[in-house]
């Protein structure tokens, strides 16, 4: 069965740090772009970074500096989303999702992941 399985997520105070993992079974990711989106309450799916097959990354403009995207290149069956200085605002369920070749925005994408909850709170 092809799917995508994030985990990682869960509560951290202001300031904090996570890191999300994205892992694929049953292929691999090296000729898939690989997106993470989020979706807060009341609000539109929107793609928080992606990184292309050969690595080029693309960030939202809001979260430059604070999110890092990366793949691990010995497994091609992963893909991470650091992410540092958590404000409430970040507060959304994350997915990532996987496409042949090349970043888009949300339309496109094969497969997606369940999604983990990410809580920034004190």
């Known amino acids: 069965q092809l799917q995508l399985v994030e985990s990682g997520g869960g509560l951290v105070q202001p300031g904090g740090s996570l890191r999300l993992s994205c892992a694929a079974s049953?292929?691999?990711?090296?000729?898939?772009?690989v997106g993470w989106f989020r979706q807060a309450p009341g609000k539109e799916r929107e793609r928080v970074s992606c990184?292309?097959?050969?690595?080029?990354?693309?960030y939202l403009d809001s979260l430059k500096g604070r999110f890092t995207i990366s793949r691990d290149n010995t497994k091609n069956t992963v893909v991470y989303l650091q992410m540092s200085g958590l404000r409430p605002e970040d507060t959304a369920v994350y997915f990532c999702?996987?496409?042949?070749?090349?970043?888009?925005?949300?339309?496109?994408?094969?497969?997606w992941g369940q999604g983990t909850q990410v809580t920034v709170s004190s």
């Open positions: 049953g292929f691999t990711l090296d000729t898939y772009a």
């Open positions: 990184i292309s097959p050969s690595s080029r990354t693309y």
């Open positions: 999702a996987a496409r042949p070749n090349y970043c888009s925005g949300p339309l496109g994408y094969d497969f």
